[in-house]
C-alpha cells in the first residue's frame, strides 16, 4: 500500500446556523413538501444488521401521536435469531473497521453532517415532526443542527484525545495506541431527540467500535432515516447494526453476552437501573468489564429571587416547561418564585399561555404538539387528576386524546412545597410553582437543593449579583447545567457540556460536572 506524509487535521467545527422557516422562506416550502410527501407515505422499516435489510414479517406500527390514527410506518421486529446475527455481524466489522486510519472513520461522519446540511435536511425533519410531534422549529434545533454539531464536533474532539501522547525522551520512544472496545457497544436511544439518537450509535463507532442499535418505538420513522443517511454516507455494513424490535428480548440477549463491552444509553431511570442490575448480575459472562454511561430523568427548577425581572422570570418558565410539550430531561419542571413577584409573573404566564397554539405541528403557527403516546398521555393526566384535588391550577389542565394525545400546557401552584408535582418527574408540559416568603430566601434555596433525586438542569433568576454568586455555591450540585436569568434547557454542543449528577432513592447517577450558562 502506499505510504501518506503529513499530519492530517479534521475542519474546525462550527455550530450549525438554525434556519428560521419563515414565512415564504425556502426552507419552510421544502420542508413543506417534505411533510406531504411523507405523510402520504407508509414507510416499510426492516432490520439492519451486517448492511443487509431485513423483514421479519412481525410487524408493529409507528403512528403520529398528533394524529394517531394516522399510521406512519410498518417496522419490522427482530427476532432472537436476529439478536445473535447482528452480535456476529458486529464481530467480523470491528476487525476491519477498528484498523481503519481515525482519519478514514472521521470521514464518513463528517459527510453524514454535510448531507443533513444539505440534502437530508429536510427529510430528518419532516420524519422528527411527523413521527415526534415537534414543531418545525424544536425539529430543526434537534434533527438538523444538534445532530449536525454532534458528528462535527465529535470528529473535533477525538482528534484532540488522539493528540494526547505520553512523554518519551532520548533512550525511548513512548507511544499510546487508542484501540477500540473488545467486543460490541449495546446502544438504547430515546424518543424525545433525533439528534441523541444519532449520537449514542456513531460517538463510539467513530473511534473504531462496533455497535448495535435499539432505537425507540416511538421514533422509529426518524430513526430508520438516520440509518439511511449514514449508510450513504459510507458506513461500512456491520459498523452499526439496526434492531428495532422488543427491548426485553433484544436486551436479554446483548446484556448476558459475553461479548458486551459498553452500554450508551438515554431514557428511563427504571430501565436503566434494570440494565445495570442485569449487568452486574452477568459479570462472570463478561471478556471485560463493561463501559456503561447513561443518562435518564430530571425535575429540573427555577428559582427567583425577589430582585428577580418578572418578565425575563415569565418567559423562563413558559419556555422552558412547555417547549416540546415539556418532554426534554432539562424542561423546567417545578418553579419557586417570591410572594412579591408571584402576582405579576403569574399574569404574564396566563398571558402567554393563552396565545399557545396546540396542535398538528404540520400547522406552523402551533406552539405545541402532541405527546408521544398512549402511556404518557395516560400518565400526565393523572397528574393534572391530582392537581386539580390537591392543588390550584391556574391555567390549562386539560387533555383531549380523541384526534391526537393533547396535553395543553398547565401551569399548577401548590400550597405545599413537598407536593408530588414539585418532587416526581412528569415528562410533560406541566409546571408547579411553590409561592415563598421573600424573607424566606435562604431556607428556598435549601429547599430547592434538597427536592429532587435529580441534578440535571436548573435556573436561578436574579439581578443582584451577591445573591446569583451564593446560589452558585448553595446549588452547586443541584445541577449539571446552571443557568443564570435564562430557562434551564437549550444547551449547544461545544458550548454548554450537558449533563449532571445525584439520582438518589435508588436511581442511576449521572456524570458529574456542571457548566455555567448567563443571560444578562
Same mark, same amino acid.
Given at each position: ?13 462550527? !455550530? ?17 413538501? %417534505? ?8 414507510? /416499510? ?36 435469531? /436476529? ?28 459527510? *453524514? ?76 436511544? @430515546? ?52 434492531? @428495532? ?13 459475553? /461479548? ?12 436503566? !437501573? ?14 471485560? +468489564? ?47 418564585? @417570591? ?23 404540520? /400547522? ?18 393523572? +397528574?393534572?387528576?391530582? *392537581? ?47 409561592? +415563598? ?16 433525586? +435529580? ?9 443582584? %449579583? ?14 449539571? !447545567? ?22 438518589? %432513592?435508588?436511581?442511576?447517577?449521572? %456524570? *458529574? ?8
Amino acid at each position: 500500500m502506499p505510504g501518506f506524509a503529513g499530519t492530517r487535521q479534521v475542519p474546525p467545527p462550527v !455550530n450549525e446556523p438554525v434556519r428560521t422557516y419563515a414565512p415564504d422562506s425556502p426552507e419552510r416550502a421544502a420542508l413543506k413538501k %417534505r411533510l406531504d410527501e411523507m405523510a402520504d407515505e407508509r414507510a /416499510d422499516i426492516p432490520l439492519v444488521v451486517g448492511g443487509e435489510e431485513i423483514r421479519t414479517g412481525d410487524l408493529a406500527q409507528a403512528v403520529m401521536p398528533h394524529d394517531h390514527r394516522h399510521v406512519l410506518a410498518d417496522y419490522h421486529r427482530a427476532r432472537a435469531e /436476529d439478536v445473535e446475527r447482528a452480535i456476529r455481524a458486529a464481530r467480523d466489522a470491528r476487525r476491519e473497521w477498528g484498523n481503519w486510519s481515525f482519519e478514514d472513520r472521521a470521514a464518513v461522519f463528517l459527510r *453524514a453532517a454535510e448531507l443533513l446540511s444539505t440534502t437530508w435536511r429536510q427529510t430528518l425533519n419532516a420524519a422528527t415532526m411527523l413521527g415526534q410531534s415537534k414543531t418545525a422549529h424544536q425539529a430543526e434545533i434537534d434533527a438538523a443542527c444538534e445532530l449536525i454539531d454532534f458528528l462535527r464536533f465529535n470528529v473535533h474532539f477525538a482528534q484532540e484525545l488522539l493528540a494526547e501522547q505520553p512523554k518519551s525522551d532520548h533512550t525511548m520512544w513512548n507511544q499510546l495506541d487508542y484501540r477500540p472496545l473488545e467486543g460490541f457497544v449495546y446502544a438504547i436511544t @430515546p424518543f424525545n431527540f433525533t439528534a441523541i439518537a444519532g449520537n449514542l450509535p456513531t460517538s463510539p463507532a467513530l473511534m473504531g467500535n462496533t455497535v448495535i442499535w435499539k432505537p425507540a418505538a416511538t421514533a422509529m420513522l426518524s430513526a430508520h432515516y438516520v440509518m439511511k443517511l449514514l449508510t450513504e454516507a459510507g458506513l461500512p455494513p456491520g459498523v452499526i447494526n439496526f434492531l @428495532p424490535g422488543d427491548p426485553v428480548t433484544i436486551s436479554n440477549a446483548l446484556l448476558s453476552h459475553e /461479548d458486551l463491552a459498553g452500554v450508551h444509553f438515554t431514557g428511563s431511570t427504571a430501565v436503566f !437501573n434494570s440494565m445495570w442490575e442485569t449487568i452486574g448480575r452477568n459479570m462472570g459472562r463478561y471478556r471485560g +468489564y463493561p463501559r456503561i454511561v447513561g443518562e435518564t430523568g430530571g425535575k429540573d427548577f427555577i428559582l427567583a429571587h425577589p430582585s428577580a425581572d418578572p418578565a425575563a422570570l415569565s418567559v423562563g418558565i413558559v419556555r422552558g416547561g412547555f417547549e416540546y410539550q415539556g418532554q426534554k430531561c432539562s424542561a423546567a419542571s417545578r418553579v419557586y418564585v @417570591p410572594k412579591s413577584l408571584w402576582p405579576e409573573v403569574k399574569e404574564r404566564c396566563v398571558e402567554m399561555m393563552k396565545a399557545i397554539k396546540v396542535g398538528d405541528v404540520r /400547522d406552523f403557527r402551533n406552539f405545541m404538539g402532541a405527546v408521544i403516546d398512549r402511556k404518557a398521555f395516560d400518565k400526565i393526566s393523572g +397528574y393534572l387528576a391530582d *392537581a386539580r384535588d390537591n392543588a390550584t391550577i391556574v391555567h390549562g389542565g386539560t387533555a383531549d386524546d380523541k384526534t391526537g394525545y393533547f396535553v395543553h400546557p398547565t401551569l399548577v401552584e401548590s400550597r405545599h412545597p413537598e407536593y408530588r408535582l414539585l418532587c416526581e418527574e412528569i415528562f410533560g408540559p406541566v409546571v408547579t410553582v411553590s409561592v +415563598y416568603d421573600d424573607a424566606k430566601w435562604e431556607q428556598t434555596l435549601s429547599l430547592v437543593d434538597r427536592t429532587s433525586p +435529580y441534578a440535571l438542569t436548573g435556573a436561578v433568576f436574579a439581578r443582584d %449579583r451577591a445573591v446569583v454568586t451564593q446560589a452558585m455555591f448553595v446549588l452547586r450540585n443541584a445541577a449539571g !447545567n446552571f443557568y443564570v436569568n435564562d430557562k434551564p434547557t437549550g444547551a449547544v454542543v461545544g458550548q454548554q457540556p450537558f449533563g449532571g449528577a445525584r439520582a438518589r %432513592r435508588g436511581r442511576t447517577t449521572r %456524570r *458529574a460536572r456542571s457548566s455555567i450558562s448567563c443571560d444578562g
